[in-house]
């Protein structure tokens, strides 16, 4: 089964993945690390403070991501390439998580593993960890 999501529908998928992984510790067990430059974090939250919004952090990485700068998932432990997205990634990839995960996130039934899965098929297009 293929399911095609809108740019709003899989950056909000995404946007949830990360707030429900950072708060999780996801990342932590599997030797990577999601980075970014720290001028690109500072361009982003100054763009949204202008809107006059307060950004937690996922706002700033999402922000990132639309004003056109990548996000970068680094491995320490060196099994992987590391591997930068932009927001066109999320667009296209976010419908390529399984479907029974993809789903829970659509239900509004997503958890920790969700949030996971959704991560790793945008950066790797695959699940690699966990």
């Known amino acids: ?3 095609t999501l809108t740019n709003k529908e899989a950056e909000d998928y995404f ?3 990360l707030c429900n992984a950072v ?3 996801w990342i932590d067990g599997y030797g990577i690390e999601l980075t970014f430059l720290a ?3 500072a361009s982003a939250k100054a763009s949204l403070n202008q809107k006059g919004e307060s950004p937690c952090y996922e706002d700033v990485l999402m922000e990132i991501l639309r004003i056109g700068k990548p ?3 680094v491995d320490h432990e060196g099994g992987m390439d590391d591997v930068s997205i932009y927001l066109q990634d999320v667009h296209e990839k976010v419908a390529n998580t399984p479907t029974e995960h993809l789903m829970d996130m659509i239900k509004e039934n997503d958890d920790a593993v969700t949030a996971d899965v959704i991560i790793q098929s945008v950066f790797y297009n695959d699940v690699i960890f966990g």
């Open 15 to 17: 946007y949830n993945a």
């Open 23 to 25: 708060g999780s510790g």
């Open 71 to 73: 996000l970068k998932m």
């Open 39 to 41: 001028e690109d974090y």
């Open 1 to 3: 089964m293929k399911i």
